[in-house]
């Protein structure tokens, strides 16, 4: 890395505010050096899902996220019920307002919602909509929220409050009991690849008592139940995207990565399997020595970039000395 206030050989830094650096997961690709990269940071379900008691049977389809995309549930709710129609509120996982859409007046007709959040067709069915007729789109981050218990466990406690961490692997982790104790018991945490990264977690005495785990690959908390854990029970986390999975940032993308998290410190071939890479997350960077995917260009990116301190400059051409 060049001192702070120089240029190295190819330009890519222009100026000495603070170089601040993260490890990521760089998923797909060749990158090089000064590649603007984006967080793949949820994963958005193409349908959404019809509540039970809907009266429609319109659908909705052609669901994809955006940049600001929340993890948690969204839910479509039809406000105006109308013969071959209808008005639908669409709400996010905090229940905030983003947004309605109307379907056009006919038989089999559709109303297209697009936001910066999600995006989705309703569809007319042979059933009209009734008011309050709903659907849901669960929106995962890659790390579930809670541990899937066992299906032979005994205990029915918990593993709540689920997160991931800088090295988190893609994979299924389990949780599992190794000792048993009244109101407690003793657990482990075994990666993906069968390694145990944490033995010894121990429930303090108890009913209802619980415990909070942490490593440099997950955390979470478990939780005793009415019913004691025994020794075998265990959790599943099964884990679809790294927290900091990163791939070339593309204005159309749909899965958080149309929106920059840092740029690629070095050159990375992750064209036959994700590899470990380094971004810078804040500085001054010569916007003609970094690279960006076809199609995006440095207008598309530059007021999210200076939003978390990532400033791009038109300094002298890339490779210049």
Do not use: H, W
Request: proline share 3%.
């Amino acid at each position: 890395m060049a001192d702070l206030g120089t240029f190295n050989a190819d330009n890519l830094i222009a100026g000495d505010y603070p170089l601040a650096t993260e490890d990521v997961l760089v998923a797909s690709g060749s990158p090089v050096r000064g590649s603007i990269m984006g967080r793949m940071k949820v994963s958005v379900p193409t349908t959404g899902t019809a509540a039970g008691g809907n009266t429609g049977n319109g659908t909705c389809t052609a669901v994809t996220g955006g940049k600001k995309t929340k993890r948690g549930t969204y839910t479509v709710t039809c406000v105006v019920a109308i013969t071959n129609g209808g008005t639908f509120e669409i709400t996010d996982p905090d229940g905030s307002f983003v947004g309605q859409v109307v379907i056009t007046a006919g038989a089999g007709g559709t109303g297209v919602f697009s936001s910066d959040q999600i995006n989705l067709t309703i569809t007319d069915g042979g059933t009209d909509f009734a008011l309050a007729d709903v659907f849901t789109i669960a929106v995962s981050d890659g790390v579930p929220a809670s541990g899937t218990p066992d299906g032979g466990n005994t205990g029915n406690g918990t593993l709540t409050l689920v997160e991931g961490r800088s090295q988190t692997q893609i994979g299924t982790y389990t949780v599992e009991c190794t000792a048993a104790v009244t109101n407690g018991g003793v657990f482990k945490v075994t990666d993906p690849d069968g390694n145990d990264i944490q033995t010894g977690i121990t429930i303090p005495p108890g009913a209802g008592a619980s415990i909070a785990f942490d490593n440099d690959q997950i955390a979470g908390t478990i939780t005793d139940g009415s019913t004691d854990f025994d020794v075998g029970d265990l959790f599943t986390v099964a884990v679809s995207i790294d927290p900091r999975q990163v791939v070339l940032l593309d204005k159309t993308a749909t899965d958080g990565s149309s929106l920059i998290y840092g740029v690629l410190t070095d050159d990375v071939d992750a064209s036959s399997a994700a590899v470990r890479g380094v971004v810078y997350r804040t500085g001054q960077f010569n916007q003609r020595a970094v690279a960006l995917a076809s199609g995006t260009d440095i207008e598309d990116v530059r007021e999210d970039a200076a939003e978390i301190n990532i400033f791009l400059e038109d300094t002298q051409p890339a490779g210049d000395a």
